[in-house]
């Protein structure tokens, strides 16, 4: 085994403080919130029960996935007509330019904080 799976295996927490496994490594009975979501549960409050880590090779530092129990997991909550209405506001918000109040059919650059148009307009200038 590679010295990077000695590193990030650490299955009793001695060294992090929660049980820590290699990626892809994981016990049965244990997800992340992505795995969760998908089989249609949510964390429901619980604490984190491990970790998966994984040496970054770009960033040369780690990665690292919190896993919680599966028979703590609490079924994800449905959408309220409520909720849909502050999603709908929130995207129109995301597409409308705050300088000229035109709403565009896509999310305007976060970076520029405005259209194209203004952000064109504000460097001529």
């Not at 709403?103 to 504000?122: F, H």
Request: positive net charge.
């Amino acid at each position: 085994m590679s010295a990077a799976f000695g590193k990030c295996y650490d299955p009793h927490g001695a060294r992090y403080g929660v049980p820590t496994y290699p990626w892809k490594y994981a016990p049965d009975g244990l997800a992340t919130r992505r795995q969760l979501r998908a089989r249609g549960l949510r964390p429901g409050g619980q604490d984190i029960a491990a970790q998966l880590m994984r040496q970054n090779r770009r960033a040369g530092g780690v990665s690292v996935a919190y896993l919680y129990r599966e028979d703590l997991a609490r079924p994800v909550r449905p959408m309220t007509s409520r909720k849909w209405g502050a999603l709908a506001l929130a995207m129109l918000a995301r597409r409308t330019c705050p300088k000229c109040r035109i709403t565009y059919s896509y999310c305007l650059p976060r970076s520029l904080g405005m259209c194209l148009l203004c952000a064109s307009a504000d460097r001529a200038a």
